[in-house]
Nanobody, 120 residues
């Protein structure tokens, strides 16, 4: 059993910053990649950023230069620093991880999401 829990969402004005955290727990053997997706009401869930076990990062063009993804010293932790926020960033942000457990390998897991609202 693996759980991903997000935290750090909230309400911020345009141009402000928020930091999101994701913690993975359970019978984890390895985490191959972790990332963030977001979904606005009535919209498809979209990719935001991800980071692999070797530290390689990737960002959606819409957030490049504004958001920074990182892994904690404890490798079950992941962070997303969001700067220069825009109303278009308003969405539920979901933590995603590709994880091998004691029972299964390379499975995608999702958190419950945390709301980020950017006021105009």
């Amino acid at each position: 059993q693996v759980q991903l829990v997000e935290s750090g969402g909230g309400l911020v004005q345009t141009g402000g910053s928020l930091g999101l955290s994701c913690a993975a727990s359970g019978s984890i053997l390895a985490i191959f990649a972790m990332g963030w997706f977001r979904q606005a009401p009535g919209k498809q869930r979209e990719f935001v950023a991800h980071i692999t076990s070797d530290g390689t990062t990737n960002y959606a063009d819409s957030v490049k230069g504004r958001f920074t993804i990182s892994r904690g010293n404890a490798k079950n932790m992941m962070y997303l620093q969001m700067n220069s926020l825009k109303p278009e960033d308003t969405a539920v942000y979901y933590c995603n991880a590709v994880i091998a457990t004691t029972r299964r390998e390379n499975i995608n897991y999702w958190g419950q999401g945390t709301q980020v609202t950017v006021s105009s």
